[in-house]
């Protein structure tokens, strides 16, 4: 496994490899990995010849007075755990590498970027567009890999790549949780123990959301109030949003006609915690 922290050396490697026939696969992340962000490193090794992963802490996804500086790093050990798991190549620039240059493109997925967690992070996902799409363009990927947790990120992703015309295979892959229930999340370490039991809070009432769903529950807002009442029953949990939305352009709806996407973002302490399900299918 090779580790590049240039544009130029990671664009002549995969540029060789595709020389010679080789297909690419892509797992963007800002490390501090975790069984997650395995599960997506092992579908691409799995289903193409190369696999490059980016570990990269991408400020310009991170608002004024959000979590940059204190966001969890540990390279030596995302590198040890991306050679176990068969990664060809890692991509780990300095934010000089990627936005040097004093770069005037904005790149937003109007609409998508603005609701659920777009209103209380209004840069969070043009930053994420922006990264995205420098990989996109400097690693031109067969396959990029995204993860459910971040559901919102993942459609945006998908509206950017038709968008912008990008001739890449955009993957989403399930979330994978610890064995009690919480998504697994580098932000996870900011939970105290104690903290726990609130926590567990979401995908406990993703729960009790999807079985109203299984027993013909239609309405909306009676979902979204039994999911409230789930998460509030914990003092140390203060809800950001609870929403049921279309699970392709992510507008609110208030009956579930078919598959929808129940979204929520909760702080437990110092940490913002998301957690969705498609109920309703
Ligand atoms: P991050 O490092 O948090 O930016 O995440 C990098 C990628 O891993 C994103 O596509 C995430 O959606 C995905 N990911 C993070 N946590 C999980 C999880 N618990 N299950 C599946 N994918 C995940």
Redesign the pocket.
Known sequence: MEIFETVAEIRNTVKKWKKNGLTVGL???????????A??VKESVRNNDKTVVSVFV?PAQFGPGEDLASYPRDFGRDKAMLEALGADAVFHPSADEIYGGNPLTKVYVEEMSSVLCGKTRPVHFGGVAAVVSKLFNIISPDKA??????YQ??RIICKMARDLNFDIEIIG?????DKDGL?????NVYLKPEEREAALSLNKSLGIAEKMAENGERSAAKIINAVKSAIEAYAAAKIDYVNIVDPENLKDIDTLTGPSALMLAVYVGNARLIDNRIIGS
């Open positions: 797992v963007p992340t800002m490390g501090y990995l975790h069984e997650g962000h599960s997506l991408n890999y995204f993860g459910l947790k971040d990120q993942f892959m399930p979330i994978v949780r998504a697994l999340s580098s932000r």
